[in-house]
């Protein structure tokens, strides 16, 4: 069933603000922190604000921050398949499968691996964070098209390839 249009835009705001928030915090940034370093350009209450989704972000503004943060702006947009779920569409299966078990590579464990597998792993996944902009260097959740590619790295088929990353000892740990 479809939402109007202002339940749209304010869900849209509310993933954008979890994007904002998403990206601050992989900087490892508060609030705070962000309106010292940009010299006021972006008040911590109206950040928090955007976060929140108690406030839109313009798309110039939207620009700056991007450029502050030094990421691409559509990083700091919901992907397509949300736009979709907002439209009334629902998730392929493949989509929910791959949600319900999401696959974390602890980057530390790769770095320590002597596995003839790691080296490559570790080069596809270096390509992942450049294109994602994602550094936190701790660990990086592979999404559903990586996982076709990083399995076809590994010689496996995607339903096996989480079992052979267990093997190689590549997952983080289960909290």
């Known amino acids: 069933m479809e939402q109007d249009p202002e339940d749209q835009d304010k869900a849209y705001r509310g993933l954008v603000g979890e994007r904002i928030r998403s ?9 705070q922190e962000v309106e010292a370093r940009s010299e006021a350009e972006f008040k911590a209450s109206v950040l928090g604000a955007y976060e929140r989704a108690e406030r839109a972000i313009s798309v110039p503004r939207l620009q700056r921050l991007a450029n502050f943060y030094n990421v691409p ?34 980057l530390t464990k790769l770095g320590e ?3 003839s ?40 088929t995607v339903e096996d390839a989480p079992q052979r990353l267990a093997e190689l000892n590549l997952l983080r740990d289960a909290v």
């Open 73 to 106: 702006v559509d990083q700091l947009l919901p992907g397509e398949d949300v736009l979709n779920e907002l439209d009334g569409g629902s998730p392929s299966q493949a989509d929910i499968d791959m949600t319900e078990r999401s696959i974390v590579i602890d």
């Open 117 to 156: 597998e790691s080296e490559v792993i570790n080069r596809y996944l270096k390509i992942i964070q450049v294109k994602r902009q994602d550094f936190n260097g701790r660990v990086l959740t592979i999404r559903r098209d990586d996982l076709q590619a990083l399995a076809a790295i590994i010689g496996t």
């Open 113 to 115: 691996s002597k596995t």
């Open 23 to 31: 990206i601050r915090k992989q900087k490892r940034l508060s609030l």
